[in-house]
């Protein structure tokens, strides 16, 4: 069995759902990145964090699907 056409359905559907959790602003999402990445952080900064990782798990998993 070929494993990257998983990985980047894997990649797209992580992409997808931090996406909309973070246009949802969920409390939980900006809670737990400002936990991982820092506590002075504010809301604006951490949804731009959630935005900046689904882009690029967005592209690593079209390049699974293209490229790998």
Known sequence: MNWKPLVGVLCLLYAVLVSF??????PG?????????????TDKAALTACYVMSAVMLVLGILFFTVF
């Open 21 to 26: 959790f973070a246009y949802k602003k969920s």
């Open 29 to 41: 999402l900006i809670k737990l990145v400002k936990m991982k990445l820092g506590k002075n952080m």
